[in-house]
């Protein structure tokens, strides 16, 4: 049974930093992608950005491009997501999944199949 479950999410003020994670078990994810999302209140499922799990290759929103960076260490099964210079706007539910990898930019929810329970980040002014 494959499980994602995310962690580090919390309070911070705008400027500030957190560091999400998102722990993988149950499967064989060599040939998978490492995605982020979040939602804001209000707001539909937003792309952050995400990592192959292989390569190591990234992409992310534009938006997030400078501020948040994707990484993966192979050891813990864990992929993070740093989040630098974060603005009240940020503020949402943060979710990772995991689907096959496609040879195309893999920004749609559509194309993971696996979902962790999400963590709320909140950034206050």
């Known amino acids: 049974q494959v499980e994602l479950v995310e962690s580090g999410g919390g309070s911070v003020q705008a400027g500030g930093s957190l560091r999400l994670s998102c722990v993988v078990s149950?499967?064989?994810?060599?040939?998978?992608?490492m995605g982020w999302f979040r939602q804001s209140p209000g707001k539909v499922l937003a792309f952050v950005g995400y990592?192959?799990?292989?390569?190591?290759?990234?992409t992310y929103a534009d938006s997030m491009k400078g501020r948040f960076t994707i990484s993966k260490d192979y050891a813990k099964n864990t992929v993070y997501l740093q989040m630098n210079s974060l603005k009240p706007e940020d503020t949402a539910d943060y979710y990772c999944?995991?689907?096959?990898?496609?040879?195309?930019?893999?920004?749609?929810?559509?194309?993971?199949?696996?979902w962790g329970q999400g963590t709320q980040v909140t950034v206050s002014s």
């Open positions: 999944a995991a689907g096959p990898s496609r040879s195309v930019i893999m920004n749609s929810p559509r194309f993971y199949d696996y």
């Open positions: 149950g499967g064989t994810f060599n040939t998978y992608v």
């Open positions: 990592i192959r799990w292989s390569s190591g290759t990234t």
